[in-house]
């Protein structure tokens, strides 16, 4: 028989983990911190993605007395060329690891136990970082709170694919047959408070999933630049809602050179900031 725990609560999602009768718990928790590290955009369980799958890594380091250190100095500092035996045996679609600067030395060493001890493929927390709504605030006259039905009244648009290309050049595939809203839609709706002629030269927009990722668009890029007829906060692909892979509601840069590292899965919130006086 089954007992449930809640544990802490993150980005007001509530997290559990499940105990078998035996005292072994799933490892939602380190999956948790792995996605929120940002180590699960390269990384499954038994899935050949841009890094090795973990259980090949376990598997390699099975035996070795300082496989948990070796691991933690390549969480945080990366592998460099010694990273490259992964991609030779076909376990990698990129040469090495870089360093990953949001981990701490105590999460990647809770990341390194947990690789170490992976035997098949690692659960799906996707669930965990669905979201229902967004929150638009800052220096708005109006703060928002969007849900899927509230996106639906702004003008609509689409776009038939966007090939998705990582920090790194690594192909990630391609979303297709997009159906949203213009970022700058909904920003001309919150109004952005510009008191000074130049003030909107000053202001930065910060898009945060809820996983924790963030990334961010100069007010001339979306409003005074192509990129801005490109920046398409979505809701369905292919006909259909997001998945919970996505959440409910994303954001993509379709006009990026590289889309990768502007696409957001599990949008939560966009916050506009003036950056400097």
Same mark, same amino acid.
């Given at each position: 028989m089954q007992a449930m725990k809640i544990i802490k609560a993150i980005y007001g999602v509530v997290f559990v983990l499940a105990f078998s009768g035996t005292?072994?718990?799933?490892?939602?928790?380190?999956?948790?911190?792995?996605? %929120?590290s940002g180590c699960l955009a390269c990384h499954r369980g038994v899935e050949t993605r841009n890094g090795p799958p973990y259980k090949a890594v376990a598997e390699k380091y099975a035996g070795q007395k300082n496989a948990e250190n070796i691991l933690v100095k390549h969480i945080l500092k990366g592998t460099g060329p010694a990273g490259q035996g992964w991609m030779q045996a076909g376990m990698a679609t990129?040469?090495? #690891?870089?360093?990953?600067?949001?981990?701490?030395? %105590?999460?990647?060493?809770?990341l390194a136990k947990w690789v170490l001890a992976t035997t098949g493929e690692i659960p799906d927390v996707s669930r965990l970082f669905v979201t229902e709504s967004i929150r638009i605030s800052g220096v708005v006259e109006n703060k928002l709170t969007l849900s899927v039905s509230d996106l639906r009244k702004f003008p609509p648009q689409q776009v038939g694919e966007v090939p998705v290309i990582c920090q790194s050049g690594a192909d990630k595939g391609k979303l297709e047959n997009l159906k949203g809203v213009l970022l700058k839609d909904i920003l001309e709706k919150a109004a952005i408070v510009t008191k000074?002629?130049?003030?909107?030269?000053? #202001?930065?927009?910060?898009?945060?999933?809820? $996983?924790?990722?963030k990334v961010v668009f100069s007010w001339s890029e979306v409003f005074n630049s192509p990129i801005g007829e490109g920046?398409?906060?979505?809701?369905?692909?292919?006909?259909?809602?997001?998945? $919970? $892979?996505?959440?409910?509601?994303a954001m993509v840069s379709s006009k $990026?050179?590289?889309?990768?590292?502007?696409?957001v899965k599990w949008l939560e919130a966009i916050e506009v900031r003036k950056i400097v006086e």
């Amino acid at each position: 028989m089954q007992a449930m725990k809640i544990i802490k609560a993150i980005y007001g999602v509530v997290f559990v983990l499940a105990f078998s009768g035996t005292g072994t718990a799933f490892a939602d928790g380190e999956a948790v911190l792995a996605q %929120k590290s940002g180590c699960l955009a390269c990384h499954r369980g038994v899935e050949t993605r841009n890094g090795p799958p973990y259980k090949a890594v376990a598997e390699k380091y099975a035996g070795q007395k300082n496989a948990e250190n070796i691991l933690v100095k390549h969480i945080l500092k990366g592998t460099g060329p010694a990273g490259q035996g992964w991609m030779q045996a076909g376990m990698a679609t990129l040469p090495f #690891m870089p360093p990953n600067g949001n981990v701490t030395p %105590k999460n990647a060493r809770k990341l390194a136990k947990w690789v170490l001890a992976t035997t098949g493929e690692i659960p799906d927390v996707s669930r965990l970082f669905v979201t229902e709504s967004i929150r638009i605030s800052g220096v708005v006259e109006n703060k928002l709170t969007l849900s899927v039905s509230d996106l639906r009244k702004f003008p609509p648009q689409q776009v038939g694919e966007v090939p998705v290309i990582c920090q790194s050049g690594a192909d990630k595939g391609k979303l297709e047959n997009l159906k949203g809203v213009l970022l700058k839609d909904i920003l001309e709706k919150a109004a952005i408070v510009t008191k000074g002629h130049n003030d909107v030269k000053k #202001m930065a927009i910060i898009a945060t999933a809820s $996983d924790g990722y963030k990334v961010v668009f100069s007010w001339s890029e979306v409003f005074n630049s192509p990129i801005g007829e490109g920046v398409m906060v979505y809701f369905e692909k292919n006909g259909m809602p997001l998945g $919970d $892979d996505e959440g409910r509601i994303a954001m993509v840069s379709s006009k $990026d050179i590289r889309t990768g590292p502007r696409h957001v899965k599990w949008l939560e919130a966009i916050e506009v900031r003036k950056i400097v006086e």
